[in-house]
C-alpha cells in the first residue's frame, strides 16, 4: 500500500511541476528578447536575457522528472506475499497480484522486499530534496531582483501587496514583502533534513523486519507536502510575476557587461 501511496503521489507532484515548466516556459517565449545582467559572484558578468534565465530553470525541473521517473521504474515491484521477512505459505499468485496492483513485476525476493523497507521514501525524498534545491535557487534569484536595489521585478497583486495582513507592513506603507519567497526559503533545507533523518533511521539496521522503518513514513509525507507547497506556489509567483525592461536594460549596460566581448 505505500509503494502505491507513493508512486500516485509522486505523480500528481509531477503533474504540478510540469505546470510550473509550462509558467517558465510562457516567460521565456514572452522575454526571449528582453535584456537582463548576467551575474557571476554575484556581479554582473554578461549580459544575457530573461528568456535564457527562466529556460535555465526550466531545464532544472526537468532533469527531476527524469530522476522521478528512474525511481518509480526502480521501485515498480509487488512485494505482497513477502509478508514478515521470509514468505507466506498462502498460496498467492505473485504474477497476478503484481499485474492487478499495476506493478510492473513481483519483488522476487520477501528477505530482499522487507529489508528495503523505507529505501523507497529515502529515494523519494533525494527527489523532493532535489526539485526544492532547484526551486531554491530560482526563489533566491527572485528576492534578490526583487529589492529596491535591483528592482528587476515585481511580484504580483496575488502572492504579494502593500497594506496587506500578511504581505505588508503595519507602519511601512511603502512596503511589498516577499513573504511567500522566504517562507518557500525556510521550507527547503526542511526536506533536505528530512532526506537526512530517514537515512540515519536505516542505517545499520540488521536483514528483516525493524520497527524503526514505520518513522521512515511520517518524512516522506512531510516531505511531499511541502514540497507539493513550494512547486504550486512558485508556479503562481512565476505566472504573475513582472520584469522591468528598462531597468534590467539600464543595469546591463552600466556595468561594463560588454567588457568581455
Known amino acids: 500500500a505505500e509503494l502505491l501511496y507513493l508512486r500516485e503521489q509522486m505523480l500528481l507532484l509531477s503533474q504540478d511541476v510540469v505546470s510550473l515548466l509550462k509558467s517558465l516556459l510562457g516567460v521565456?517565449?514572452?522575454?526571449?528578447q528582453t535584456i537582463m545582467?548576467?551575474?557571476?559572484?554575484?556581479q554582473p558578468g554578461k549580459i544575457t536575457t530573461v528568456g535564457q534565465w527562466a529556460l535555465s530553470y526550466l531545464n532544472g525541473f526537468l532533469r527531476?522528472?527524469?530522476?522521478?521517473?528512474y525511481y518509480l521504474d526502480l521501485y515498480d515491484m509487488n512485494p505482497l506475499?513477502?509478508?514478515?521477512?521470509?514468505?507466506?505459505?498462502?498460496?498467492?499468485?505473485?504474477?497476478?497480484?503484481?499485474?492487478?496492483?499495476?506493478?510492473?513485476?513481483?519483488?522476487?525476493?520477501p528477505q530482499d522486499a522487507i529489508s528495503?523497507?523505507?529505501?523507497?521514501?529515502l529515494s523519494y525524498l533525494s527527489v523532493l530534496s532535489e526539485i526544492c534545491l532547484v526551486?531554491?535557487?530560482?526563489?533566491?534569484?527572485?528576492?534578490?531582483?526583487?529589492?529596491?536595489?535591483?528592482?528587476?521585478?515585481?511580484?504580483?497583486?496575488e502572492v504579494s501587496q502593500r497594506m496587506h495582513p500578511i504581505t505588508g507592513s503595519s507602519v511601512m506603507a511603502q512596503k511589498k514583502n516577499p513573504d511567500v519567497l522566504e517562507i518557500i526559503r525556510s521550507i527547503v533545507p526542511q526536506v533536505i533534513g528530512f532526506w537526512s533523518i530517514v537515512a540515519n533511521i536505516l542505517s545499520s539496521l540488521p536483514m528483516g523486519y525493524n520497527r524503526d522503518t514505520r518513522e521512515s513514513k511520517e518524512y516522506i509525507h512531510l516531505g511531499l507536502i511541502?514540497?507539493?507547497?513550494?512547486?504550486?506556489?512558485?508556479?503562481?509567483?512565476?505566472?504573475?510575476?513582472?520584469?522591468?525592461?528598462?531597468?534590467?536594460l539600464e543595469l546591463a549596460?552600466?556595468?561594463y557587461s560588454l567588457t568581455t566581448d
Open 28 to 32: 521565456a517565449t514572452l522575454h526571449k
Open 226 to 248: 511541502k514540497t507539493i507547497a513550494v512547486v504550486k506556489t512558485l508556479q503562481k509567483i512565476i505566472s504573475t510575476l513582472k520584469f522591468d525592461k528598462s531597468r534590467m
Open 64 to 69: 527531476t522528472l527524469g530522476a522521478v521517473q
Open 253 to 255: 549596460t552600466s556595468n
Open 116 to 121: 528495503s523497507r523505507g529505501f523507497a521514501q
Open 81 to 109: 506475499g513477502a509478508c514478515e521477512s521470509y514468505g507466506t505459505s498462502w498460496p498467492l499468485d505473485r504474477e497476478f497480484t503484481a499485474k492487478y496492483l499495476g506493478f510492473a513485476k513481483v519483488w522476487e525476493l
Open 135 to 157: 526551486a531554491s535557487k530560482l526563489n533566491e534569484d527572485l528576492i534578490l531582483f526583487n529589492t529596491f536595489e535591483y528592482g528587476m521585478i515585481e511580484l504580483g497583486d
Open 37 to 42: 545582467p548576467g551575474y557571476t559572484h554575484m
